[in-house]
């Protein structure tokens, strides 16, 4: 009989298993660290976590201790009824062997043979799914394995059942996490390729068309269409699928004017680190894009073109300010952009007042200046 004092040390030794289960060391040192306390807490001279091969319906010595070398992870047994480990497997039931000499019950592999094993005892790791394997303790010793020895035992493979079930379930997590992302970045890049052909079309459709008012119209919405693949790009090569760096997008769009508005000169200044969640990236984009639009459209009137200046700059800790400058004549008097008739005025305080935004408007020597302060963070109106 073992002594009170043998079964207080084997608790202890489970709880040094269940705190080393819990830090989540990689499954190759929990499998050591089980094999090692397991034995520890049996004074065997061996033990070993056997892993099931179905394929093979043999099972691996996946981590053990007191083995000779070439044993750990290379040698297997068979994980049939015949085999204790395998009935052990295949039945759910525990199996102790003292005297593996003369038993009839199973064969004796043999690999227990080489070592001189003379007793054995087996238990199940079993999870929530699939059995993992045995947990095997062996013994050269005449002494015997007994039931409290069995609690012990089980309760060791309890443990690192539980914990190679969550070390199972954070694998496919993040294989399922990682499938998700990909699948994300594929999707934006499909519809940033959708997009391109949208605003090609427009184009192509423009060059056709006689009326030159008509003309402009479908090249301003082509490219209101690359402004919004523009974004998809992006988070087809960012790691961020929900935000954006408003300086280095803008940018982009701007890359994008400049070669359908050759006339103009179009002068970027953006601040990197300026973050925005997409749809709002977006959104600020699009002001961006229609200001820049307008400038190249009325402020230098007949002329060949001129300049315009972009800046994306931070206002204070949490605002930014976006704006577009020209040198041309100027906004005629009492101009009110709310009351314009123009659809890229309309769609600029539109999106201005979505932002929670703020419009300004500076007239210049020359020139003219629209400024929008907008919030980094979307406001929560709460509830009314």
């Not at 227990?112 to 999870?127: D, S």
């Not at 499909?190 to 060059?207: D, E, H, P, W």
């Not at 300026?274 to 600020?284: E, F, G, K, N, Q």
């Not at 709310?338 to 408007?361: H, N, P, R, V, Y």
């Amino acid at each position: 009989m073992r002594s009170l004092q043998e079964r207080i040390r084997q608790q202890e030794i489970l709880a040094e298993l269940g705190v080393a289960a819990l830090q989540g060391p990689p499954l190759e040192e929990l499998l050591a660290e089980t094999a090692r306390l397991t034995a520890k807490g049996l004074r065997a001279e061996f033990c070993k976590v056997l892993e099931y091969i179905p394929l093979e319906n043999r099972l691996l010595v996946r981590a053990g201790v007191g083995w000779k070398p070439g044993i750990v992870g290379r040698a297997s047994v068979g994980a049939d009824l015949e085999s204790p480990a395998g009935f052990a497997l295949r039945t759910g039931k525990p199996v102790i062997s003292n005297h593996l000499e003369n038993e009839e019950r199973f064969r004796t592999p043999e690999i227990l043979e080489v070592h001189g094993v003379r007793r054995a005892m087996n238990v199940i790791l079993q999870g929530d799914g699939r059995p993992f394997g045995v947990l095997e303790v062996d013994s050269r010793s005449d002494d015997q394995f007994v039931e409290g020895d069995l609690a012990f035992l089980q309760g060791a493979a309890n443990i690192l059942g539980m914990a190679i079930e969550r070390e199972r379930y954070e694998r496919h997590l993040k294989e399922a996490l990682d499938r998700h992302e990909v699948l994300l970045k594929e999707i934006n890049h499909r519809v940033k390729n959708s997009l391109t052909i949208v605003a090609t079309m427009l184009r192509l459709q423009a060059m056709k068309i006689n009326d030159p008012r008509l003309t402009e119209q479908l090249e301003e919405a082509s490219q209101r269409v690359h402004a919004v693949a523009r974004a998809h790009e992006r988070l087809y090569h960012s790691d961020d699928i929900d935000a954006l760096d408003l300086g280095v997008y803008v940018e982009l769009v701007c890359k994008d004017l400049s070669a359908n508005l050759s006339e103009c000169d179009i002068q970027v200044e953006t601040e990197n680190g300026l973050v925005l969640s997409t749809d709002r990236a977006i959104s600020a984009a699009l002001i961006i894009s229609e200001l820049v639009m307008n400038a190249a459209k009325y402020a230098y009137g007949d002329a060949s073109g001129g300049r315009i200046w972009v800046r994306i700059a931070r206002a204070g800790n949490d605002k930014a300010e976006l704006s577009v400058r020209d040198e041309g004549a100027g906004l005629p008097d009492g101009f009110d952009p709310l009351s314009s008739k123009s659809l890229g005025m309309t769609i600029i305080a539109a999106f201005t007042q979505q932002l929670d935004g703020e419009l300004e408007i500076k007239a210049r020597s020359p020139g003219t200046e629209f400024v929008v302060i907008l919030p980094l963070e979307e406001r929560d109106s709460g509830s009314q």
